[in-house]
């Protein structure tokens, strides 16, 4: 079986724990395209704003690809759970005819995509967008520029290391805006 192990953040910079448990290089783009926003805040990213599947606020971004080494699904997914820091519940699956995801969208497009790609499964992180869980306020570029701001210094050094490390296929509005944003760009010389 292959098992195609889907990334967008800081697995692609950051293998960690999965590295002995992958084969080859990640294969930029070559992965389906789907919603992401930087919209998780993330307690391993010492709460600052993480590249999530976001449906509502995200815009199609290219993904990357990786082989898994596993020929069982079921180790696959424990893997990538081990990595993410997450219950496996919430690692995501497909098969062209089976699948466990928390968004429906998701889960047809990567089936879609497996349909063409060489892999006979995929796997991918299910993380939340709990940008308004996390802050009481509703997600917005406004309110998580707010947000970022409130960050100490320990803080927004690994925020801004996080945003400016994705791969530059994740274009998020997000990411778009603190681009042009003097008081974001002000921190690359910190």
């Known amino acids: 079986m292959q098992i195609a192990i889907i990334g967008w953040g800081s697995l692609i910079w950051d293998l960690e724990i999965l590295a002995p448990h992958v084969n080859g290089g990640w294969q930029m783009g070559a992965g389906p395209d789907l919603p992401m926003e930087f919209s998780r805040v993330s307690p391993k990213r010492k709460m600052g704003l993480a590249v999530c599947l976001d449906p509502v606020h995200g815009v199609p971004c290219k993904t990357n690809v990786i082989c898994s080494s596993r020929q069982a699904l079921s180790e696959a997914v424990e893997d990538v759970a081990r990595r993410e820091r997450a219950p496996v519940p919430q690692i995501a699956w497909a098969t062209k005819d089976k699948a466990h995801g928390a968004l429906p969208a998701v889960v047809d497009a990567v089936q879609a995509w497996l349909i063409d790609s060489p892999y006979d499964?995929?796997?991918?992180?299910?993380?939340?967008?709990?940008?308004?869980?996390?802050t009481g306020q509703p997600f917005g570029i406004a309110a998580a520029i707010a947000h970022l701001k409130t960050l100490d210094t320990e803080q927004?050094?690994?925020?801004?290391?996080?945003?400016?490390?994705?791969?530059?296929?994740?274009?998020?509005?997000?990411?778009?805006?603190?681009?042009?944003?003097?008081?974001?760009?002000?921190?690359?010389?910190?």
């Open 156 to 190: 927004i050094a690994e925020a801004h290391r996080y945003i400016q490390e994705a791969p530059a296929a994740t274009d998020t509005p997000l990411r778009r805006t603190l681009s042009k944003n003097a008081w974001w760009q002000s921190l690359e010389a910190t």
């Open 121 to 134: 499964a995929a796997i991918w992180t299910d993380l939340d967008a709990n940008f308004e869980g996390m």
